[in-house]
């Protein structure tokens, strides 16, 4: 009666994956596994049942690139929504564009972090106090509020992923304001320097375990350290000064611009 309900998108990837497995090893909570590939999904939740011992795990597919599937999932949606881990990235070497002719990275980075927080917003409302945890980067920077999908400069991956990134922490500071008073938190997080297939992507490997990398994202979205606190951004589990989060009209013209998609 006393669990909580707990969303993690991008749930089969390296971090998305050890968010899960770690919040499903913690006493009282749900999970509701978000990806766009069911064999995967299906895959990790029976890991994730069998390594944790909790068979109170669920996967949903939705491609967090399309408003419809966003909002297709929350109408479908029924009970309490208490955390919503917004983790979902991708990183196309090439510009590449989702069936709605958006390019990809502003469409599931950014666009998919955004949608999920409106489409769900009411329902967490109803079931607070409630989190959000938006997993961003320090790999943030870029950002031309005038060319978000680049139709006019050339595209790169690195430069698209940084200004994704330094986009969902700006998301996260007016979403912070505009809940001030609803029972809902929300805050932002560089996750960890995890080798995975994003950060193959970008050139990188990675110097952190999963787990390493889940810790603050996880710590956000369960430790009574952070209740109350909201539109900050943390890093390795310390608020971290955002100057992102800090240029409120920059920050409420990417609200505006992604309300109008």
């Known amino acids: ?143 031309d509020i005038n060319d978000l999908e680049f139709k006019h400069r050339e595209y790169d991956n690195n430069t698209a992923y940084r200004q994704s990134k330094q986009a969902d922490r700006m998301l996260t500071a007016s979403f912070a304001v505009i809940f001030q008073s609803s029972g809902i938190t929300v805050n932002a997080c560089h996750p960890g320097d995890v080798n995975s297939k994003l950060s193959n992507s970008l050139g990188f490997g990675g110097h952190e375990s999963p787990e390493q990398g889940a810790a603050t994202p996880v710590w956000l979205a369960s430790s009574t350290e952070v209740e109350g606190i909201s539109g900050k951004y943390f890093e390795h589990q310390k608020e971290t000064v955002c100057s992102f989060g800090k240029d409120k009209a920059a920050a409420n013209a990417l609200i505006e611009i992604c309300d109008r998609y």
């Not at 881990?85 to 990275?105: F, H, S, V």
């Not at 949608?115 to 409630?130: C, H, V």
Request: net charge positive; hydrophobic share 40%; aromatic share 8%.
């Open 1 to 143: 009666m006393n669990r909580k309900t707990v969303i993690v998108t991008g749930a089969t990837g390296k971090i998305g994956y050890a968010i899960a497995r770690l919040m499903a090893m913690k006493a009282g909570y749900r999970i509701f596994m978000v990806g766009r590939n069911e064999e995967s999904l299906n895959l990790k939740r029976q890991e994730l049942i069998s390594h944790t011992g909790n068979s109170e795990i669920e996967y949903c597919v939705v491609d967090l690139s399309l408003k419809e599937d966003i909002n297709n999932f929350a109408k479908r949606w029924s009970g309490p929504l208490h955390i919503l881990i917004n983790n979902a990235a991708t990183c196309p070497r090439k510009r590449e564009e989702n069936t709605d002719g958006i390019e990809l990275q502003f469409a599931t980075n950014v666009l998919g972090y955004y949608r999920m927080i409106k489409a769900f917003e009411s329902i967490l409302k109803n079931s607070g106090p409630a989190r959000i945890i938006n997993v961003a980067s320090y790999w943030a920077g870029d950002l």
